[in-house]
């Protein structure tokens, strides 16, 4: 039904008109967005200013307000009446992977990377484990996958949990600021996986604060303040000649810190 | 002064069976509790809310009359031992449900979130993700409440149920030796709260020792 060819050129996620309030609190006010296959766009801009709230629409852990959100082919309107089905089909589609890594405390790695294959994709546990240590090699943590994650650092849990989202074979990963919790040096760690995936094809969306992932891995960057983009465009671009004051201020600040 | 315990000692079973029987109940018959008093739905989560603090505000002696001279009185002819494990066990019951709800309280909204981002169903979500982590994070609670179920087990002999304090009042109707009798009775309580407390310590040290939160 909704089988797309990588010859498709249709955007893979398509945001339109959107809104999201809280109560009486308006914390995306219209945003178009959309992404093509084997894009990455990162997303910039001060805390609070709604890249969480937007990043969580596409795969709607948040119902939005008003506009749509399409995903593959799988288009969900406001308030979603939509069925559980359809929020299922659409989330198939799409991994994520969150500041806190959010891994399963109570399963060991390989469970951790394995269940959702078997529940969700009705692969045998075998099909599965089989194909969580592929990933698991991937990300350089074979070795841990008889582990629980309290026995793993910070860094690789969130390899573990980048696994984890890819072992769906999603059409696209969202990451919120998936570095943001951890050291720098293993913040590193993260970001090469990240690279490497963006080098094999893959279409992300970034929420992210380091600026180098920004200017150099991603091909768009979106900046966001008070529930709007401010500004996008290639990313060299923005980063280094941003159109608007606004953009200019948040940019220099952060290249402060 | 052995014979003593020697007959009270048959007591011990019942208490036992009473305990474990109404934790049963009250360990299972939480769970639906507990959902229905988080559900969304308004007129279910204040009807949850309102059996709860009823049944919590009765004590459980008058609970048990009730039960048995009332539903017994009726159609229903209960046995004592079913009047007793239905109505410690439904005491049990909102017990837990408020135990697991403190539990789910704690549970990190991202374990939801990273479920439902992965497009878990929803009974794996429960059974698989969160059940797990709510029974590790209530097992201490559930530990202690079963011994305070230990206790509460006595007013089972109200109704006639034949476990360690009817025997204990029984024996001392018959010799007249009420301080040796309760003595032994209280010392029999003891020593079945004490492997309750020393095996859920283990179970909870290694869970710990695995998970490490
Ligand atoms: N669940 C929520 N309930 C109420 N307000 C929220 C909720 N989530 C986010 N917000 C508010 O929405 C705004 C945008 O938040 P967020 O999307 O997390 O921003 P960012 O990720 O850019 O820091 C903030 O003002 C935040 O307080
Ligand atoms: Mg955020």
Redesign the interface.
Known sequence: MNETSATDIRPLVLVEGLRKSFGSHEVLKGIDLSVQRGEIVAIIGPSGSGKSTLLRCV?Q?ETHTAGTVTVAGVTIGPDSASH?REL?KL??N???V?Q???????LNVLRNVS??QQ??LGRSQAEADERSMQLLTRVGLADKAKQ?P??CSGGQQQRI?IA??LA?DPQIMLFDEPTSALDPELGLEVLAVMRELAEGGMTMIVVTHEMHFAEDVSNRVLIMADGEIIEQGPSREVMQKPQTERARQFLSAVRDR | MLDILGNLVTGVPMTLFLTFGALLVGVILGIPICMARRSHHPVLSNLAAAVIVAIRSIPPLVWLFLIYFGLGSGILRLSPLVAALGGLGLITAVNMAEIYRGSLAAI?A??W??????????W?RLV??IG??VA?ISLPAVATYAIGLLKDTAVASIIGVPELAFKGTYLSQQTFKGLEIFAAVGFLYIAMSLPIAWVSRLVDARIRQ????
């Open positions: 795969n852990l559980d299922q989330r198939r799409v991994g994520m969150f806190s890594f959010n891994l399963f405390p109570h269940i959702a529940r969700v629980y309290a026995r949990a984890r989202a769906l | 990190h991202g374990q979130e990273a479920s439902q981002a992965l497009g878990l169903p929803r794996s698989e993700i797990p982590q590790r695995r998970v490490a939160q």
